[in-house]
C-alpha cells in the first residue's frame, strides 16, 4: 500500500499515474483527503487502485457508525477506526458499513481494521506521556484482542508485533503494517520498524509505504525494489 501523502489531487493522481499497473493498493491518508475531498477515492479507483482510506475514526459510537456509513458509499476497500474508542465504537463501526449495505448505498462491504499503537509510538511515550502500563506490545495485544471481539477484519500495528497479534488472534486475523523501511533508508518519525524483507518473513498481510516510494526521484522504480525485496 503506498501512501499517497500529497498536498493535492493533483499532485497524488501524478504520483498515482507512475504506480499503476503495479497492483498496488493506494492508502488516502488525512493530509489528501483534507485536500481533495472524498472525489479523490473515485479518481483512483478509475485508474485500477484498490484504495484504503486511513482516517483513523475516533469518536463516540453514533457518530463513528454515521462516518463508517458514509465511508462506505464512497467505494473504498479498507478504512480504519482508533482501538482506543473501545468495544462499542468499533461495533458502530461495523453496523454504519451495514446499514450502508442494507440501503443500497453500497455496493460491497469494505474491510474494517483498527489502530492499536502508532508506530511512532514508543516504551516512554506509551507509560509517560499516555499513561497505558506495560510494554508496547502488550498495549497492542490489548487492542488487537478487543478488536477481534468487536468483529473487525484486522488491526494496523508494527510489523514487529505481528507474530504475536497471528498467535493471539489466529492467522486469518489481518495485519496492516506501516513502519517499513528498507535497508539504509531514513526512518523519519517511525520507531517500531523493520524492512520490507523482515516484514513479509514475519507473516504480515498488508504493507504501507510511503516516503521511501514517494519521495524517491523515480517512485516506480522505488516500489519495484521493495517488490521484488518482497518476492524474495
Given at each position: 500500500?503506498?501512501?499517497?501523502d500529497?498536498?493535492?489531487?493533483?499532485?497524488a493522481l501524478?504520483?498515482?499515474?507512475?504506480?499503476?499497473?503495479?497492483?498496488?493498493?493506494?492508502?488516502?491518508?488525512?493530509?489528501?483527503?483534507?485536500?481533495a475531498?472524498?472525489?479523490?477515492?473515485?479518481?483512483?479507483?478509475a485508474?485500477?487502485?484498490?484504495?484504503?482510506?486511513d482516517?483513523?475514526?475516533?469518536?463516540?459510537?453514533n457518530t463513528?457508525?454515521?462516518?463508517?456509513?458514509s465511508i462506505?458509499?464512497?467505494?473504498?476497500?479498507?478504512?480504519?477506526?482508533?482501538?482506543?474508542?473501545?468495544l462499542?465504537?468499533?461495533?458502530a463501526?461495523?453496523?454504519g458499513?451495514?446499514?450502508?449495505l442494507?440501503?443500497g448505498?453500497?455496493?460491497?462491504?469494505?474491510?474494517?481494521?483498527?489502530?492499536?499503537?502508532?508506530t511512532?509510538?514508543?516504551?516512554a511515550?506509551?507509560?509517560d506521556?499516555?499513561?497505558?502500563?506495560?510494554?508496547v506490545?502488550e498495549?497492542v495485544?490489548?487492542?488487537a484482542r478487543?478488536?477481534?471481539?468487536?468483529?473487525?477484519?484486522?488491526?494496523?500495528?508494527?510489523?514487529?508485533?505481528?507474530?504475536?497479534?497471528?498467535?493471539?488472534?489466529g492467522?486469518?486475523?489481518?495485519t496492516?503494517t506501516?513502519?517499513?523501511?528498507?535497508?539504509?533508508?531514513?526512518?523519519?518519525?517511525?520507531?517500531?520498524?523493520t524492512?520490507?524483507y523482515?516484514a513479509?518473513?514475519?507473516g504480515t498481510?498488508?504493507l504501507?509505504?510511503?516516503?521511501?516510494?514517494?519521495g524517491?526521484?523515480?517512485?516506480?522504480?522505488?516500489?519495484?525494489?521493495?517488490?521484488?525485496?518482497?518476492?524474495?
Amino acid at each position: 500500500m503506498v501512501a499517497l501523502d500529497k498536498p493535492d489531487a493533483r499532485a497524488a493522481l501524478l504520483l498515482a499515474e507512475q504506480l499503476q499497473g503495479s497492483g498496488c493498493w493506494a492508502k488516502v491518508g488525512l493530509e489528501l483527503f483534507y485536500a481533495a475531498g472524498p472525489d479523490i477515492i473515485g479518481e483512483l479507483k478509475a485508474r485500477g487502485f484498490r484504495v484504503f482510506l486511513d482516517l483513523k475514526l475516533h469518536d463516540i459510537p453514533n457518530t463513528v457508525k454515521g462516518g463508517s456509513r458514509s465511508i462506505a458509499r464512497l467505494g473504498v476497500d479498507m478504512f480504519n477506526v482508533h482501538a482506543g474508542g473501545g468495544l462499542a465504537m468499533m461495533q458502530a463501526a461495523v453496523q454504519g458499513v451495514e446499514d450502508a449495505l442494507d440501503a443500497g448505498e453500497a455496493s460491497a462491504k469494505p474491510l474494517i481494521i483498527a489502530v492499536t499503537q502508532l508506530t511512532s509510538t514508543n516504551q516512554a511515550t506509551l507509560n509517560d506521556q499516555l499513561g497505558i502500563p506495560g510494554t508496547v506490545e502488550e498495549a497492542v495485544l490489548r487492542c488487537a484482542r478487543l478488536t477481534k471481539d468487536a468483529g473487525l477484519d484486522g488491526v494496523v500495528a508494527s510489523p514487529l508485533e505481528v507474530g504475536a497479534i497471528k498467535a493471539a488472534c489466529g492467522s486469518t486475523f489481518l495485519t496492516v503494517t506501516p513502519g517499513i523501511r528498507p535497508q539504509g533508508a531514513d526512518i523519519g518519525d517511525q520507531q517500531r520498524i523493520t524492512t520490507p524483507y523482515d516484514a513479509v518473513q514475519g507473516g504480515t498481510d498488508y504493507l504501507v509505504i510511503g516516503r521511501p516510494i514517494t519521495g524517491a526521484a523515480d517512485p516506480a522504480a522505488a516500489l519495484q525494489t521493495i517488490l521484488k525485496e518482497m518476492s524474495s
